[in-house]
């Protein structure tokens, strides 16, 4: 599976931006995809998941209630809504695919990474 993240950019504090990531392969459906952040100096946090069917998504806390995480398994595509965002969501948004329906917050599990692309939010 291959991933390409885009649509980040440079937004002001309460704004909101859409993350897209497109996905090769034909087995779409049996990944778990997932959405992760990374600033400099920083391990990767878990931002959001859903599984191949598009049910169970979790959130980090940080984000629940302004970011909404959803795929169009006909487009193969997975997508992460971002409201009300603010400073402290400045990052490099990376998505992921797991095998089958990995409900975990846990990188580790994730074995097929996109290059990322830059989120900023000025105050």
């Known amino acids: 599976v291959q991933l390409q993240a885009y649509g980040g950019g440079l937004v002001q504090a309460g704004g909101s931006l859409r993350l897209s990531c497109a996905a090769s392969g034909r087995t779409f459906t049996s990944y778990t995809l997932g959405w992760f952040r990374q600033t400099l100096g920083n391990e990767r946090e878990f931002v959001a998941r859903?599984?191949?069917?598009?049910?169970?998504?979790m959130y980090a806390d940080s984000v629940k209630g302004r970011f909404t995480i959803s795929r169009d398994n006909a487009k193969n595509t997975v997508y992460l809504q971002m409201n009300s965002l603010n400073p402290e969501d400045t990052a490099v948004y990376y998505c992921?695919?797991?095998?089958?329906?990995?409900?975990?917050?846990?990188?580790?599990?994730?074995?097929?990474w996109g290059q990322g692309t830059q989120v900023t939010v000025s105050s």
């Open positions: 859903i599984s191949g069917t598009g049910s169970r998504p």
């Open positions: 992921a695919a797991a095998a089958g329906d990995y409900y975990s917050a846990r990188p580790s599990g994730y074995v097929y």
